[in-house]
């Protein structure tokens, strides 16, 4: 029936949801099948209906959190102009509301330290969301006729989770606030948006 299909589906998606914010809140090496399936109210053997491992579970909740990061880029930079889309983008990424909201921000700062102990299904997941993101980007730049368009993606993604991760962890909020500033500032002038010097 299609009844039972939608449900299921919507059961999926709880969980994968569920599973997402463990990983971001605790790493994925913490996140445990019966917690989550609790957290739900749903039993631990009909965890298996859904996903074949939690290998399976975590590789799929990582695409999962790529999918609502690409999802939030879509949103913050529709209907702009590209160096209004990028500099959204480069704002927001790099804010203290972002900062202090890790439970549903960027996949990039929330898992990329896991990454080397986690399974190759999780890695390639991973990846895929990185290149999705980059490629994003990078069609932006491409538009303002930037020079090595991709490398410069990639490079501008790699110091907005750095300085992200930092933040976080820097106990000091004035200091952290600091340091997001002056990442604003120079990723944007990176990505020819503001000019060396200018407010960030």
């Known amino acids: 029936m299609r009844y039972d299909t939608d449900q299921k589906e919507r059961t999926h998606r709880q969980i994968l949801a569920e599973a997402a914010d463990a990983i971001r809140r605790k790493g994925p ?3 445990g099948v019966a917690e989550v399936m609790n957290k739900l109210g749903l039993t631990h053997g009909g965890f298996y209906a859904h996903f074949a491992s939690k290998d399976d579970l975590i590789a799929q909740a990582i695409t999962s959190m790529f999918d609502q990061g690409y999802g939030n880029f879509l949103r913050r ?7 209004q889309a990028l500099a959204a983008y480069v704002d927001w990424y790099l804010s203290p509301a972002h900062r202090d909201a890790p439970s549903g921000g960027c996949p990039l700062a929330a898992v990329s ?3 080397p102990r986690l399974p190759e299904a999780a890695r390639v997941r991973y ?3 990185v290149e999705r993101l980059a490629a994003a980007l990078a069609q932006f730049l491409r538009k303002l006729k930037a020079e090595n368009a991709e490398a ?6 790699s110091e907005m989770a750095g300085t992200l991760t930092f933040a976080r ?6 200091r952290s606030d600091q340091l997001l500033r002056a990442s604003r500032r120079m990723v944007k002038t990176r990505l020819g948006l503001s000019r060396p010097g200018g407010a960030g």
């Open 29 to 31: 090496d913490r996140v």
């Open 77 to 83: 930079t529709e209907g702009l102009e590209p160096r």
């Open 113 to 115: 330290g896991d990454l």
């Open 127 to 129: 990846s895929e969301g």
């Open 152 to 157: 410069l993606a990639f490079s501008a993604l």
């Open 169 to 174: 962890a820097i106990l000091d909020r004035g």
